[in-house]
């Protein structure tokens, strides 16, 4: 019943949805579900769906269902293909924009916070703050 309700392989079940979250076209799964809602849509964790795909594999082999197991193995291919092309880039990515090569993982805020303590005349503590912040671009939708 847990992977019929987040990851069912039959389409007109009268309880459960067709693989609730996982796109079979985008290659991974989304946040919020399939359909787009006020906000867009987003890929919060590709390890949390890397992982559910290899617990639908692994749940496939231990009650000897191969074609779930079949499913999970399916699942983390077309994940393995869709993270690196989409979230995980090389230098050579051709998805994203070329200014968001260098951060290698997309969707994440990159904070480099270093404080430095210096006392000044009046024996007071102050500190310098350097920020460098990247912007977090999103999958295709």
């Not at 949390?48 to 269902?65: H, L, N, P, S, V």
Request: with cysteine; glycine share 8%; proline share 3%.
């Amino acid at each position: 019943m847990l992977v019929r309700d987040a990851g069912n392989s039959v389409e007109n079940d009268a309880y459960f949805p067709f693989s609730r979250g996982f796109d079979w076209y985008n290659g991974h799964s989304w946040a919020k579900g399939l359909f787009e809602s006020f906000d867009g849509k987003d890929q919060e964790s590709t390890s949390e769906d890397t992982m559910f795909a290899y617990a639908i594999k692994m749940w496939g082999q231990t009650t000897r269902d191969a074609s779930m197991e079949a499913r999970g193995n399916l699942m983390l291919g077309i994940l393995g293909r869709s993270l690196n092309n989409y979230f995980l880039m090389e230098e050579d990515n051709v998805n994203q924009p070329a200014n968001f090569i260098g951060n290698k993982v997309t969707g994440i805020v990159s904070l480099n916070l270093s404080v430095s303590t210096k006392v000044d005349t009046n024996r007071r503590n102050s500190c310098s703050r350097t920020r460098s912040i990247t912007q977090p671009t999103s999958a295709p939708t």
